[in-house]
């Protein structure tokens, strides 16, 4: 039995064709202050709106299947076991205890009638990309930050002319979301980016919050929340500001830049910048081509089986030079590694006599590395299975290493096609190829 979900059958849906991964985890924690414009004296006229799918695989599942609507839901597990993690969980599985990052069999202590689902990544970014074109309608593409799987920052400024019309809106790209897409969202309107994503918090689920410049009810309500509700600001950092008597946003606002940059060095004065709400960094957008790739798969039923383990590490490497070629570019080194259910991993690296993105090549090489690691037994199963490439240059389709030999070259692109069009079993190359 093959335990893969990477190509789970998606054909006759929407996001069947969906291959070209959008962004699941935040491209940074907070902002750098090289990302701050310190030429900018006056943000007030400035206007941001962060937008937060509110329990976003959890609201999907159930948008999809009526049953699920006001039952205790939660993804990132299987529906036939225990197994798994809670990546999300709706807010009637929040109400009883249900939390992010606990195991499917503590959560169901919690809450015993949890309904546990597999996650259907290729929805989740199907549909994100789908709120996205909603909102491109209200912005140019170059306003538009999708930060993480969940979340996106909108530039008004110069599509609003004041915070009235930004109000006005943000109230019907709520509306529009809501109608076409049968989701809701929480938004935060603020004149800087920080304070627009912890507004967006302040009100949930399906809340808008504004933060205007003028220092009315919200905006004091916002300088009273704990210092850990800012952006950037975590569990660890937060213990060390309360051993400095800073608790609120308003207490760092207040507090002593030459302190905070003592103790935390720069990212000490972007604290206290953002807390006093004179954030001036912009959308972000990535302008450097990619530099490494990778994939890690946690399987449902552990391999314990050499055979098998080699199909699931034909699927990775499949997996990860389409996603290569879809980017149009080649790897010069990779490495690749396996976690037994002891929790401990194993792995080796390999450097390509030529770049490449050909899948029997990195299959080959994968293989290569996996028989000089310990072997799966019924003793010693093997849990999850990783792949990571680097070295990475631009595909020019020019490469011929033979000097009196033409190179035969497999129509991988060609299949690419049909997968996009087709689905992803409609045709695989075999392990010998």
Known sequence: MISSQFFIPREGEKHAQNFRRVRILPKYSFPHIRDFELGLLDN???????????????????????????????????????????????????????????????????????????????????????????????????????????????????????????????????????????????????????????????????GFTRIPFQKDAKHLELLSRPADKLWGIGRRIYRRLLAMGIVTIGDLANSNEVRMRKEFGINGVVFRRCARGEDTSGIFIK????????????????????????????????????????????????????????????????????????????????????????QPSEWLRIRTFGIFVADLHTDTNERNLHLFKPEVRFPYAELDKLKDKYGEKIIRVGINT
């Not at 937060?52 to 159930?62: K, M, R, S, W």
């Not at 549909?127 to 996106?152: A, H, K, M, R, W």
Request: charged share 30%; net charge neutral; with cysteine.
């Open 44 to 206: 007030s006229k400035r206007i941001f709106y962060h937008l937060d799918l509110d329990a976003f695989f959890a609201q999907v599942e159930q948008r999809d299947n009526p049953e699920l609507k006001g039952k205790p839901v939660s993804v990132g597990g299987w529906e036939k076991s225990n197994a798994g993690i809670v990546m999300t969980a709706s807010y009637e599985a929040r109400a009883k205890g249900v939390e992010t990052g606990t195991s499917v069999i503590e959560a169901k202590k919690f809450c015993p009638e949890l309904i546990s689902l597999p996650c259907n990544g290729p929805k989740y970014e199907r549909t994100l990309l789908d709120v996205i074109g909603v909102l491109q309608n209200f912005f140019p593409p170059e306003n538009i930050e999708q930060y993480s799987i969940d979340e996106c920052f909108m530039d008004g400024t110069g599509v609003v002319q004041n915070f009235n019309e930004a109000t006005k809106l943000g109230w019907e790209i709520k509306r529009e979301i809501k109608e076409q897409l049968g989701l809701h969202v929480s938004l935060g309107l603020s004149y800087n980016k920080s304070y627009a994503k912890t507004a967006s918090k302040m009100q949930k689920p399906d």
């Open 287 to 374: 302008r450097e081509k990619e530099k490494c790739l990778g994939h890690n798969h946690t399987v449902l039923n552990a391999v314990t089986d050499s055979k098998e383990a080699e199909r699931e590490i034909r699927y990775l490497t499949e997996y990860i030079c389409r996603k290569l070629r879809s980017k149009k570019l080649l790897a010069g080194w990779m490495s690749f590694s396996i976690r037994y259910d002891t929790l401990r991993y194993q792995g080796g690296e390999h450097r390509f006599q030529s770049y490449t993105n050909n899948d029997n090549d990195m299959f080959e090489a994968a293989k290569w590395i996996f028989y000089t690691l310990r």
